[in-house]
């Protein structure tokens, strides 16, 4: 399997599927650049949480909005940024999943599951934009 | 025959509802709405008290997934039942331990030690 850096920009409608589209491209990439199970798993569940976040509570699936995806993907390391066209928030008022008074509550752990999974998690903008990165740890522990 | 595409499986073992799922990923949000209705009406509609989740077919899952087991066990939980997970990948599991879901769910190892968990 021959490494090869990907860069990309893609833009797509308020449209999980066309969201999914692109998780599968970068999955793509990620396995083509050598990236082990372990890593793929970690961006992957990031990935989702910040696309369904981007298009349901950034954009409210207003099919008019969009959301733009810049990645780029190498043996060492992967980074994405993600922009909505909704009304932002901010990072800091997202309650601790993990405190006991909201452990039992079956929303708001999309933006910490990302803060674990990923390596670096900034919000830009109004909070729009949100630039993640992973530096790859794995190794081709699964493959051939 | 249903026309609607299969999303689980589901064993009566004894009094206890075995559920394994057909999916790998559970991360589609109408998907994960869908697998919720069939698991509530286990609960609300055949009487289940007793639900033993297999995962050992799935590979991904998002926090909207978290949400719904969250609220199955809850469910349960209110009417004197109790839900069981097993089956559950490395990978997976941690997502479980760093939101500390592991401390309010009862996780085992596999659908042998799970039958025993009720």
């Known amino acids: ?144 | 025959m249903s026309q609607t595409r299969q999303r689980l499986i589901v064993e009566d073992i004894g009094d206890i509802a075995v559920v394994n799922f057909v999916d790998k990923k559970i991360l589609d949000e109408q998907n994960i709405q869908m697998i919720g209705d069939d698991l509530f009406r286990l609960v609300d509609e055949l009487g289940r008290r007793k639900i033993l989740l297999n995962f050992a077919n799935v590979q991904y899952m998002s926090s909207a997934a978290l949400g719904k087991l969250i609220r199955l066990h809850q469910r349960l939980h209110s009417i004197g039942g109790k839900l069981v997970l097993c089956g559950i990948s490395k990978d997976l599991y941690d997502v479980f331990v760093i939101t500390k879901l592991d401390k309010m769910l009862t996780i085992v190892k596999d659908d042998k030690i799970g039958l025993n968990s009720f």
């Open chain 1, 1 to 144: 399997m021959s490494e090869r850096h990907v860069s990309a920009a893609v833009t797509i409608t308020s449209d999980l599927g066309d969201a999914r589209r692109v998780q599968d491209e970068i999955e793509e990439a990620l396995q083509s650049n050598g990236y082990g199970e372990r890593d793929i798993f970690s961006i992957r569940l990031a990935l989702e949480e910040a696309l369904v976040n981007a298009i349901k509570h950034g954009n409210q699936m207003d099919p008019n909005k969009k959301v733009t995806i810049d990645y780029v993907v190498n043996p060492e390391l992967f980074q994405i940024r993600i922009e909505d066209e909704g009304p932002g928030f901010d990072p800091n008022d997202v309650p601790d999943p993990t405190d006991p008074e909201n452990l039992d509550r079956p929303c708001g752990r999309g933006v910490f599951l990302i803060r674990n999974f990923m390596t670096s998690v900034e919000y830009h903008g109004r909070g729009n934009i949100l630039i993640m990165s992973k530096v790859r740890n794995g190794t081709l522990e699964e493959s051939e």
